[in-house]
């Protein structure tokens, strides 16, 4: 069994996909939800679906004292960043090789870095009069949206879509392939 946590900020969407998904696995689970905002709906929607979570703020989840040991409670093998807007310590990614994706609303490296997240890249694409949008699950290295690319999915956009409109499209390529990168990344590292 490949115990994983899901490291979050916000709404939890994605996180509520990847807990549903890998709920009838007998090979994955969802030990963890993790996240650094005390007020961050994907903690009710883990909770609601009976997957443990905790709350760390920015200098507790820097400190590696009180973050591995958590971890390490769970038994944390894999760590997926959903929404997850904190840089990954660099003793974690040494602790964590080659076990830590994280997924980008765009198709890197366009529209990566440092404060491109959630409405910030929708809105750069829509004013770049970009004809294609997507999402991008990558290995986490310890720069912003940095990491080797594992898997690229794209859509089109219409001059017409408005940047609510890019969110909408990409979001959806979310929900339909991430889980399964996620599935597929796992069985790879772990074979």
């Given at each position: 069994?490949?115990?994983?946590a899901?490291?979050?900020?916000?709404?939890?969407?994605?996180?509520?996909?990847?807990?549903?998904?890998?709920?009838?696995?007998?090979?994955?689970?969802v030990?963890?939800?993790?996240?650094?905002?005390?007020?961050?709906?994907?903690?009710?929607r883990?909770?609601?679906?009976?997957?443990?979570?905790?709350?760390?703020?920015?200098?507790?989840?820097?400190?590696?004292?009180?973050?591995?040991?958590?971890?390490?409670?769970?038994?944390?093998?894999?760590?997926?960043?959903?929404?997850?807007?904190?840089?990954?310590?660099?003793?974690l990614?040494?602790?964590?090789?080659?076990?830590?994706?994280?997924?980008?609303?765009?198709?890197?490296?366009?529209?990566?870095?440092?404060?491109?997240?959630?409405?910030?890249?929708?809105?750069?694409?829509?004013?770049?009069?970009?004809?294609?949008?997507?999402?991008?699950?990558?290995?986490?290295?310890?720069?912003?949206?940095?990491?080797?690319i594992?898997?690229?999915?794209?859509?089109?956009?219409?001059?017409?879509?408005?940047?609510?409109?890019?969110?909408?499209?990409?979001?959806a390529?979310?929900?339909?392939?991430?889980?399964?990168?996620?599935?597929?990344?796992?069985?790879?590292?772990?074979?």
């Amino acid at each position: 069994m490949t115990n994983i946590a899901i490291f979050v900020s916000g709404n939890g969407t994605n996180c509520e996909n990847i807990i549903h998904y890998f709920a009838p696995s007998k090979d994955v689970r969802v030990s963890l939800v993790l996240s650094n905002k005390t007020d961050s709906y994907a903690l009710v929607r883990a909770k609601k679906a009976g997957v443990p979570t905790e709350v760390l703020s920015k200098v507790q989840f820097n400190q590696e004292n009180i973050l591995l040991p958590l971890l390490k409670k769970y038994q944390i093998d894999f760590i997926v960043l959903a929404g997850f807007l904190l840089l990954i310590p660099k003793y974690l990614i040494r602790v964590y090789p080659r076990k830590i994706i994280n997924l980008h609303p765009a198709l890197l490296p366009k529209f990566g870095g440092k404060g491109m997240w959630g409405h910030h890249v929708h809105e750069a694409i829509k004013a770049a009069g970009e004809k294609e949008t997507g999402m991008t699950v990558h290995w986490v290295n310890g720069q912003y949206d940095a990491g080797q690319i594992i898997a690229q999915y794209k859509t089109p956009l219409s001059p017409e879509d408005t940047s609510d409109d890019i969110a909408r499209k990409e979001h959806a390529l979310e929900m339909k392939y991430f889980p399964k990168v996620i599935e597929e990344t796992i069985r790879k590292r772990f074979e």
